[in-house]
């Protein structure tokens, strides 16, 4: 596999202030990522600076071997998608329009939608089970449907590489297994790359190749979900107790929370 | 924009036109129909205007509450104008310094509103509104001391009126104007991304700071250009495209040139309505406009206090 992206000693932050101190990693083609780390570790931050919205300070970060900086913002649109945790639309459009606007950066000005930017929104609605809601209001959806809704518009985007910063953090232990398998398929058959900041470790230990952990600003260590998730990595990261069980099903790693026994 | 709701707005357009000519105190004479003309070209170019740069504030603010009345930027660009005109200054001046007038109080009452880096509806309308007190006293200031006999006739300007006198003042607006909405039409796309907030767009490959930048620049042209010739006229940029979203959805590419054509058609019938209601007395436009408005602003506020965000 070769190397997609690659992080070079980079600094980022903002107003000078730096969030995140020389990172260095790679991240490889059709691979499943996982950021993981305590809040104020500087996930999002890493996430904004691999989607190409954050400058680093410092460093450099290259895309297919160019520096991504460098790439003109509507060329790597076509490229990159982005799924925020938390959508706030303050007009009412329909899904159908959110959806469509995945289709911006193949439409040169003023040229209307052709027939195949509508088949591939309507694509990514119906791999997304959203095709239902397409004549609602975005503002009337429940929470998960909203978040299938603006995975759909990113699906629509044709993205090779899709970021996703807490996508699931709002939602039910339904959506959150939808939305998870969803984004593994789409990695399996779709060859997409997915880069993904988690809260939830288990999540992250059952869907993700590799894990990021980060502390601080720092990479603390970056592996496999087994080689990750170890009590002793997280007691020191998150300063706090847990039991590191194995899932009976899947094998990977199982996070239990150490009730302190208060006296 | 389909073609039902194109029809029924140039049906609506022609209706004002026709209703706007034809209605009013005096007889119709050749010289009463070329004022009224006048009168009617004024009214859809000031409409039109308006309204195309309260849909490019509600969008670049993502906010449905904006508007350059509102936002105190119609105030800003009448103290604007009247420094020109306190000072003697030539004609095309006036309208370079309503621009500024308007562009700065933007600027300033924007980055009032900002705090953390995030600007929230509240402070943004609170700034908007104090911005525009300051000024609109700084404007009364300025015609009550002023030496000038003219100056004086210009507090029935301010609060708004379609009669213009000057003919190459208003060619030379109409031209901005149309160059104005010309240029927004053409961002129309953008304004959509930006909806989804700065950062999707961004995600969406739309050169956000640049588009806002320009999208500023323009509206505060047209709202400067549009103070030069008829004064304050409030909420037209308000009721106009909420009307319009809540008919056709809020897809930019048909807000904006449905708004500017039901802007324009509205703003000749309340303008006819100002001149029939009570003849031979002419009431401001702006005091109906306002009348209309004021309501129409507070069920917004009403209803976006009631959601979450």
């Not at chain 1, 410092?58 to 913002?73: F, H, M, P, R, T």
């Not at chain 1, 982005?82 to 193949?106: C, H, K």
């Not at chain 2, 707005?9 to 036109?17: C, H, T």
Request: hydrophobic fraction near 50%; aromatic fraction near 8%; include cysteine.
């Amino acid at each position: 596999m070769e190397k997609l992206i690659q992080v070079k000693n980079i600094h980022s932050g903002y107003h000078k202030k730096e969030v995140l101190k020389n990172i260095s990693f790679e991240i490889e083609e059709g691979e499943f990522l996982g950021i993981i780390g305590p809040n104020g570790s500087g996930k999002s931050t890493l996430l904004r600076s691999l989607s190409r919205v954050l400058r680093p300070l410092k460093g450099n970060i290259y895309y297919k071997g160019s520096d991504l900086y460098a790439i003109a913002l509507n060329q790597i649109a076509r490229d990159f998608s982005f799924v925020a945790q938390d959508t706030q639309v303050n007009f009412p459009f329909s899904v159908w329009e959110i959806v469509l606007m995945g289709r911006i950066p193949y439409l040169s000005r003023l040229q209307p939608q052709s027939a195949a930017d509508l088949k591939a929104a309507k694509e990514s609605m119906s791999i997304t089970d959203t095709l239902k809601l397409a004549g609602r209001q975005l503002n009337d959806l429940s929470a998960g449907e909203k978040q299938m809704v603006i995975i759909a518009k990113a699906i629509a985007q044709e993205p090779k590489v899709l970021f996703l910063d807490e996508p699931t953090s709002h939602l039910d232990i339904g959506h959150q297994v939808k939305i998870l398998n969803l984004l593994k398929g789409l990695n399996r058959d779709k060859k997409i790359t997915v880069a993904m900041v988690l809260h939830d470790l288990n999540l992250a230990a059952e869907y993700c190749d590799r894990l990021i952990l980060l502390d601080n600003g720092s990479v603390y260590k970056s592996g496999p979900p087994g080689e990750v998730l170890t009590y002793e990595n997280i007691e020191e990261v998150y300063k706090t107790l847990v039991i590191v069980n194995k899932n009976p099903v899947s094998g990977n790693p199982h996070i239990l929370l150490a009730r302190k026994n208060i006296p | 924009m389909s073609k039902k709701i194109f029809l029924l707005l140039i049906l609506f357009l022609s209706l004002s036109v026709f209703t706007g000519l034809y209605f009013g105190a005096a007889e119709l004479s050749p010289d009463i129909f070329r004022l009224r003309l006048c009168r009617i070209i004024t009214g859809l170019i000031a409409g039109a205007g308006l309204a195309v740069s309260g849909v490019i504030f509600q969008g670049i603010l993502r906010n449905p509450l904006a508007e350059p009345y509102v936002l105190g930027v119609s105030s800003g660009a009448g103290v604007g104008a009247v420094l020109g005109l306190f000072f003697n200054l030539s004609l095309q001046t006036i309208p370079v310094l309503a621009f500024f007038g308007a562009g700065i109080t933007m600027l300033i009452v924007y980055n009032l509103a900002k705090v953390n880096g995030r600007v929230s509806t509240q402070n943004l309308l609170l700034s908007g509104v104090i911005v525009g007190a300051v000024f609109s006293s700084i404007l009364l200031f300025l015609v009550s001391i002023s030496p000038n006999e003219a100056i004086h006739g210009i507090t029935w300007w301010l609060l708004g009126s379609l009669q213009v006198f000057d003919i190459p003042l208003l060619a030379t607006v109409s031209i901005l104007v149309l160059c104005g909405i010309g240029i927004a039409l053409f961002l129309t796309r953008e304004l959509n991304a930006i909806s989804l907030g700065e950062e999707e767009a961004l995600h969406l490959g739309v050169n956000v700071d640049t588009v806002k930048r320009l999208l500023f620049v323009v509206a505060s042209l047209i709202t400067g250009s549009i103070v030069c010739v008829c004064g304050i006229i409030g909420f037209i940029g308000l009721i106009i495209p909420h009307a319009v979203r809540s008919i056709i959805g809020s897809d930019h590419r048909q807000v904006l040139p449905a708004s500017a054509i039901a802007a324009g058609a509205f703003l000749i019938l309340a303008d006819t309505l100002s001149r029939v209601i009570m003849p031979p007395v002419e009431i401001p436009i702006g005091v109906i406009t306002a009348f209309i408005g004021g309501p129409v602003f507070i069920l917004l506020l009403r209803k976006k206090i009631k959601s979450p965000f």
